[in-house]
Protein backbone atom coordinates (compact mmCIF):
# COMPACT_ATOMS: atom_id res chain seq x y z
CA UNK A 1 0.00 0.00 0.00
CA UNK A 2 2.97 2.26 0.94
CA UNK A 3 4.32 2.12 -2.61
CA UNK A 4 0.96 3.15 -4.66
CA UNK A 5 0.75 6.19 -2.11
CA UNK A 6 4.68 7.10 -2.73
CA UNK A 7 3.92 6.53 -6.49
CA UNK A 8 0.68 8.66 -6.63
CA UNK A 9 3.02 11.67 -4.82
CA UNK A 10 5.42 11.20 -7.02
CA UNK A 11 2.54 11.33 -10.03
CA UNK A 12 1.34 14.03 -8.36
CA UNK A 13 4.91 15.96 -7.86
CA UNK A 14 5.63 15.69 -11.84
CA UNK A 15 2.32 16.97 -12.65
CA UNK A 16 2.91 19.83 -10.63
CA UNK A 17 6.50 20.54 -11.75
CA UNK A 18 5.14 20.18 -15.03
CA UNK A 19 2.39 22.55 -14.67
CA UNK A 20 4.60 25.20 -12.99
CA UNK A 21 7.20 24.96 -15.60
CA UNK A 22 4.42 25.07 -18.48
CA UNK A 23 3.59 28.45 -16.86
CA UNK A 24 6.88 29.55 -16.08
CA UNK A 25 7.68 29.18 -19.90
CA UNK A 26 4.24 30.87 -20.75
CA UNK A 27 5.52 34.13 -18.74
CA UNK A 28 9.24 33.84 -19.94
CA UNK A 29 7.43 34.09 -23.89
CA UNK A 30 4.84 36.90 -23.34
CA UNK A 31 7.60 38.75 -21.65
CA UNK A 32 9.59 38.19 -24.37
CA UNK A 33 7.42 38.76 -26.66
CA UNK A 34 6.73 42.57 -24.85
CA UNK A 35 10.46 43.09 -25.03
CA UNK A 36 10.71 42.17 -29.22
CA UNK A 37 7.66 44.35 -29.88
CA UNK A 38 8.94 47.36 -27.35
CA UNK A 39 12.22 47.27 -29.39
CA UNK A 40 10.47 47.49 -32.19
CA UNK A 41 8.45 50.99 -30.69
CA UNK A 42 11.56 52.42 -29.86
CA UNK A 43 12.86 51.63 -33.08
CA UNK A 44 9.91 53.56 -35.00
CA UNK A 45 10.71 56.55 -32.51
CA UNK A 46 14.60 57.34 -32.74
CA UNK A 47 13.72 57.17 -36.55
CA UNK A 48 11.15 60.06 -36.36
CA UNK A 49 13.42 61.84 -33.75
CA UNK A 50 16.38 61.31 -36.30
CA UNK A 51 14.05 63.10 -38.84
CA UNK A 52 13.60 65.79 -36.14
CA UNK A 53 17.34 66.36 -34.95
CA UNK A 54 17.88 66.83 -38.87
CA UNK A 55 15.48 69.16 -39.27
CA UNK A 56 16.64 71.35 -36.46
CA UNK A 57 20.04 71.25 -37.92
CA UNK A 58 18.84 72.46 -40.86
CA UNK A 59 16.57 75.26 -38.94
CA UNK A 60 19.77 76.34 -36.43
CA UNK A 61 21.55 78.14 -39.04
CA UNK A 62 22.71 82.20 -38.30
CA UNK A 63 23.63 84.30 -40.96
CA UNK A 64 26.82 86.61 -39.67
CA UNK A 65 25.92 89.15 -42.33
CA UNK A 66 22.19 90.04 -41.21
CA UNK A 67 22.78 88.82 -37.88
CA UNK A 68 19.50 86.88 -38.16
CA UNK A 69 18.62 83.20 -38.63
CA UNK A 70 19.57 82.16 -42.11
CA UNK A 71 15.52 81.17 -42.71
CA UNK A 72 14.71 84.44 -41.47
CA UNK A 73 16.80 86.26 -43.21
CA UNK A 74 16.06 84.49 -46.33
CA UNK A 75 12.26 83.74 -46.66
CA UNK A 76 11.82 82.80 -49.82
CA UNK A 77 13.96 79.24 -48.56
CA UNK A 78 11.66 78.52 -46.63
CA UNK A 79 10.20 76.65 -49.32
CA UNK A 80 13.20 74.09 -49.05
CA UNK A 81 11.92 73.34 -45.91
CA UNK A 82 8.67 71.63 -47.03
CA UNK A 83 10.05 67.94 -47.73
CA UNK A 84 11.65 68.19 -44.21
CA UNK A 85 8.66 68.94 -42.30
CA UNK A 86 6.73 66.61 -44.47
CA UNK A 87 9.24 63.76 -43.88
CA UNK A 88 8.58 64.59 -39.75
CA UNK A 89 4.91 64.93 -39.92
CA UNK A 90 4.55 61.68 -41.15
CA UNK A 91 5.36 60.23 -38.90
CA UNK A 92 3.51 61.77 -35.96
CA UNK A 93 2.38 58.68 -34.34
CA UNK A 94 5.63 57.89 -33.11
CA UNK A 95 6.32 61.77 -31.56
CA UNK A 96 5.38 63.20 -28.32
CA UNK A 97 2.44 65.75 -28.41
CA UNK A 98 4.70 68.68 -26.94
CA UNK A 99 7.54 67.51 -30.20
CA UNK A 100 4.59 67.63 -32.34
CA UNK A 101 3.28 70.59 -31.00
CA UNK A 102 6.27 72.44 -31.60
CA UNK A 103 6.96 71.63 -34.61
CA UNK A 104 3.30 72.39 -36.33
CA UNK A 105 3.76 75.59 -34.53
CA UNK A 106 7.20 76.49 -36.31
CA UNK A 107 6.26 75.23 -39.60
CA UNK A 108 3.03 77.51 -39.54
CA UNK A 109 4.84 80.27 -38.44
CA UNK A 110 7.35 80.17 -41.25
CA UNK A 111 4.86 79.43 -43.67
CA UNK A 112 2.45 82.33 -42.35
CA UNK A 113 6.31 84.92 -42.55
CA UNK A 114 6.55 83.94 -45.77
CA UNK A 115 3.34 84.83 -47.07
CA UNK A 116 3.81 87.74 -45.14
CA UNK A 117 6.80 88.59 -46.72
CA UNK A 118 5.63 88.21 -50.53
CA UNK A 119 2.13 89.73 -49.86
CA UNK A 120 3.40 91.82 -47.35
CA UNK A 121 -0.16 90.93 -45.55
CA UNK A 122 0.56 91.11 -41.40
CA UNK A 123 -3.06 89.59 -40.99
CA UNK A 124 -1.81 86.54 -41.76
CA UNK A 125 0.93 86.48 -39.01
CA UNK A 126 -2.06 87.78 -37.18
CA UNK A 127 -4.83 84.87 -37.88
CA UNK A 128 -0.94 82.47 -37.04
CA UNK A 129 -1.24 84.23 -33.32
CA UNK A 130 -4.81 83.53 -32.91
CA UNK A 131 -4.40 79.80 -33.88
CA UNK A 132 -1.60 79.66 -31.51
CA UNK A 133 -1.66 82.21 -28.97
CA UNK A 134 -1.98 79.58 -25.69
CA UNK A 135 1.39 77.75 -27.18
CA UNK A 136 3.06 81.19 -28.26
CA UNK A 137 2.26 82.91 -24.68
CA UNK A 138 3.38 79.56 -22.80
CA UNK A 139 6.73 80.62 -24.32
CA UNK A 140 6.20 84.31 -23.87
CA UNK A 141 3.32 86.11 -22.26
CA UNK A 142 4.75 88.95 -23.59
CA UNK A 143 4.98 88.37 -26.89
CA UNK A 144 1.21 89.32 -28.42
CA UNK A 145 1.60 92.59 -27.40
CA UNK A 146 5.12 93.27 -28.94
CA UNK A 147 3.70 92.02 -31.83
CA UNK A 148 0.88 94.24 -32.47
CA UNK A 149 2.95 97.19 -32.05
CA UNK A 150 5.19 96.14 -34.70
CA UNK A 151 4.70 98.75 -37.60
CA UNK A 152 7.67 98.00 -40.07
CA UNK A 153 9.28 95.10 -41.46
CA UNK A 154 12.41 95.23 -39.23
CA UNK A 155 10.18 94.79 -36.18
CA UNK A 156 8.23 92.06 -37.37
CA UNK A 157 11.22 89.99 -38.18
CA UNK A 158 12.80 90.51 -35.32
CA UNK A 159 9.67 89.14 -33.31
CA UNK A 160 9.33 86.24 -35.36
CA UNK A 161 13.03 85.40 -34.66
CA UNK A 162 12.11 85.85 -31.27
CA UNK A 163 10.02 83.17 -31.86
CA UNK A 164 11.48 80.81 -34.06
CA UNK A 165 14.27 80.40 -31.40
CA UNK A 166 12.29 79.86 -28.54
CA UNK A 167 10.52 77.32 -30.46
CA UNK A 168 14.25 75.45 -31.55
CA UNK A 169 15.14 75.98 -27.63
CA UNK A 170 12.09 73.87 -26.63
CA UNK A 171 12.42 70.96 -29.36
CA UNK A 172 15.56 70.64 -28.09
CA UNK A 173 14.57 70.94 -24.52
CA UNK A 174 11.65 68.01 -25.80
CA UNK A 175 14.13 66.21 -27.38
CA UNK A 176 16.30 65.19 -23.94
CA UNK A 177 13.02 64.94 -22.12
CA UNK A 178 11.44 61.98 -24.69
CA UNK A 179 14.73 60.43 -25.26
CA UNK A 180 15.18 60.19 -21.55
CA UNK A 181 11.61 58.25 -21.49
CA UNK A 182 12.28 56.33 -25.20
CA UNK A 183 12.32 53.55 -23.09
CA UNK A 184 8.90 53.93 -21.48
CA UNK A 185 6.82 52.30 -24.25
CA UNK A 186 3.28 51.37 -22.16
CA UNK A 187 3.39 55.59 -21.38
CA UNK A 188 4.02 56.56 -24.15
CA UNK A 189 0.95 54.85 -25.86
CA UNK A 190 -1.00 55.93 -22.90
CA UNK A 191 -0.25 60.00 -23.25
CA UNK A 192 -0.82 59.35 -27.22
CA UNK A 193 -4.07 57.80 -26.55
CA UNK A 194 -5.01 61.24 -24.40
CA UNK A 195 -3.56 63.15 -27.20
CA UNK A 196 -5.67 61.87 -30.27
CA UNK A 197 -8.40 62.03 -28.39
CA UNK A 198 -8.11 65.41 -26.81
CA UNK A 199 -7.12 67.22 -30.38
CA UNK A 200 -7.73 64.75 -33.74
CA UNK A 201 -11.43 65.30 -33.72
CA UNK A 202 -10.95 69.47 -34.46
CA UNK A 203 -8.23 68.10 -37.08
CA UNK A 204 -11.77 66.10 -38.18
CA UNK A 205 -13.90 68.53 -38.28
CA UNK A 206 -12.04 71.40 -39.91
CA UNK A 207 -11.29 68.95 -43.10
CA UNK A 208 -14.82 68.26 -43.08
CA UNK A 209 -16.19 71.81 -43.13
CA UNK A 210 -13.17 72.88 -45.62
CA UNK A 211 -14.80 69.72 -48.08
CA UNK A 212 -18.11 71.17 -47.58
CA UNK A 213 -17.14 74.79 -48.01
CA UNK A 214 -15.79 73.32 -51.69
CA UNK A 215 -18.58 72.10 -52.89
CA UNK A 216 -20.58 75.00 -52.93
Not at 175 to 194: G, T, V, W
Not at 199 to 209: A, F, G, P, T, V
Amino acid sequence: MDWIVTHLESIIGMLVTGVVSIFAMHKANNQNYQLAFYQKVIDKRLKAYELVEELLEKLDIFDATTERIYYISHPILIRDLIPYFFSVMKMRIWLSKDIFDYLNLLNSLLVSYLYYINRNEKDKLIVFLEDFRELITSLDSKFEKAFRKADNDEAIQLLVQHIFLLLIQQLQLSLIEDYSNLHKAPKFFKCQRKAYLKNDHREIKIKLSNKDSDKT
